[in-house]
């Protein structure tokens, strides 16, 4: 992934820019598969417990909802908790673990929720879903949204303004787990304040968090205040906070018309990272766009070295299979000439070659089965705890959620696998040409080969 950030002067060509390179024919010379175009731009959100002041600042982008991009941002390895986009009109927030903490958050407990400052003559504390939490976004963001919600918050008929006399008569609360929420819904429906003041209370399935969860909506008489809502939550304060409800509001009703979204920045996706650099050069010569340097040779290194590593692994396990082999067939052949006294009798009083192959084969590839369960296990613990005490010796604080040392996967269990099968044949072959002795030969070691 190489972004790519165009001067001021250029944002209304990037639109064509995307057109002129997004070709089958420059993508197979320059080695790259798709180009994402984006707008970045700050959220201000409220600190923990805090929604008088104090906001803090955050830099974002928009993608969509079917962008390959989120792929990648929420592999396993990266995705601390939560899950995908669903639609192109979601108007739940991914954010980074950076983001999380610094409003005050711990890992341990994410908030389902989080406060974004909205500006509609003053500030207000507007619930946004929390989709997903990652430890690291690409770039410089600590959050994504997509192009729809972008479109709401820039919206000059201001659609999230939960002043407004239709959200504050709505009475919609989110609760994690079903059993708090069918209670809450029994309490809310034998209220008698509620009950008098309400048409119905449902219950609905939740979607938009990193976790489901529910919604009690309570249709309320349209007889009632405009401030009803606050102050029966606020009486019943204690109530709802034993159930871990939080009010949120329906910004689905508000209609409003989608902008025309300007383009500020292009993220290009590469194959072949080797040809970054001739890339770069296209651009400046035909777009006049300068790609980062620092960024393309990062880019390049990066290449470089993962070939490396990829090279020096690939040998390393090829020479230790060719290892192994050498040393069980000398280890079996030196056991054969111990015990040849022992086969020629056993030939002596009938038992077939097949009956000691198969007996033979199946005893040294069970020793060979725990071998590599126990290696992997002892490679697993020491290697783990060896990775992180170097780790704590550099001075590098951890990822949470990352795995710096791990033996214990798929690729292991084919190489293991691959090792075992190379293993058995070079057993049968030792062992089939050491039982082609009479025997005669065998107990008398001698030898039918001249």
């Known amino acids: 992934l190489v972004e790519i950030r165009t001067s001021y002067d250029k944002i209304n060509q990037i639109e064509n820019i995307i057109k002129d390179i997004d070709t089958k024919q420059l993508k197979e010379e320059y080695g790259f598969t798709y180009i994402d175009g984006y707008s970045s731009f700050s959220m201000d ?10 906001e803090v600042l955050f830099l974002g982008r928009t993608i969509d909802s079917d962008n390959s991009l989120l792929k990648q ?88 303004n939960i002043s407004k006399e ?31 003041n309400s048409k ?47 009010r949120i509001y329906n910004f689905e009703a508000d209609d409003f018309k989608r902008r ?4 500020d920045h292009f993220s290009v996706f590469f194959d072949d990272l080797s040809k970054t650099g001739e890339f770069r050069d296209f651009m400046l010569a035909e777009h006049g766009v300068i ?27 090829v020479l230790s299979i060719i290892s192994i082999c050498l040393f069980i067939s000398n280890l079996l052949k030196n056991h054969i000439e111990k015990i040849k006294i022992n086969l020629g009798t056993f030939k002596a009083f009938g038992l077939n070659n097949i009956s ?18 126990a290696g992997a296990v002892i490679s697993q613990l020491i290697g783990n705890s060896l990775s992180k005490l170097i780790i704590e010796i550099s001075g590098i604080e951890p990822e949470a959620g990352i795995n710096y040392f791990t033996i214990l996967n798929i690729f292991s269990l084919r ?30 070691n001698r030898s039918s080969k001249k």
């Not at 959100?45 to 104090?54: A, E, M, T, V, Y």
């Not at 070295?305 to 990829?310: K, P, T």
Request: aromatic share 12%; hydrophobic share 45%; proline share 4%.
């Open 45 to 54: 959100f409220f600190q923990k417990s805090d929604l008088s002041g104090n």
């Open 73 to 160: 941002i929420l592999k396993t390895e990266n995705r601390i908790v939560g899950r995908d986009y669903v639609m192109p009109e979601d108007q739940a927030v991914i954010v980074s673990k950076k983001l999380i903490e610094d409003l005050g958050h711990n890992l341990d407990s994410i908030p389902y929720f989080l406060n974004y400052s909205y500006y509609c003559g003053s500030r207000m504390p507007v619930p946004l879903p929390v989709l997903a939490v990652v430890t690291d976004l690409p770039g410089d963001y600590d959050f994504l949204v997509t192009k729809f919600l972008k479109d709401k918050i820039d919206s000059e008929v201001y659609p999230l």
């Open 166 to 196: 239709n959200q504050q008569r709505s009475f919609i609360v989110f609760v994690p787990e079903e059993k708090n929420v069918d209670d809450l819904r029994n309490f809310l429906r034998n209220n008698k304040e509620l009950r008098s």
């Open 200 to 246: 119905t209370v449902d219950k609905y399935l939740f979607k938009q968090t990193y976790q489901n969860g529910f919604i009690i909506n309570c249709l309320l008489e349209d007889s009632v205040s405009v401030d009803f809502v606050k102050n029966f939550i606020n009486e019943n304060g204690s109530i709802f906070k034993k159930y871990n409800a939080i």
């Open 260 to 263: 025309v979204r300007i383009i």
């Open 291 to 317: 790609v980062d340097l620092n960024q393309v040779k990062a880019k390049e290194n990066y290449a470089f070295i993962q070939n490396i590593s990829n090279a020096t692994s690939w040998f390393l396990i």
């Open 356 to 373: 000691l192959i198969i007996t033979y084969s199946f005893i040294i590839t069970v020793l060979i089965i725990v071998s590599q369960i």
């Open 415 to 444: 190489v293991s696998l691959f090792i075992l099968m190379i293993s058995f044949l070079v057993i049968l072959t030792v062992l089939r040409q050491s039982l082609t002795e009479t025997p005669g030969n065998l107990i008398y």
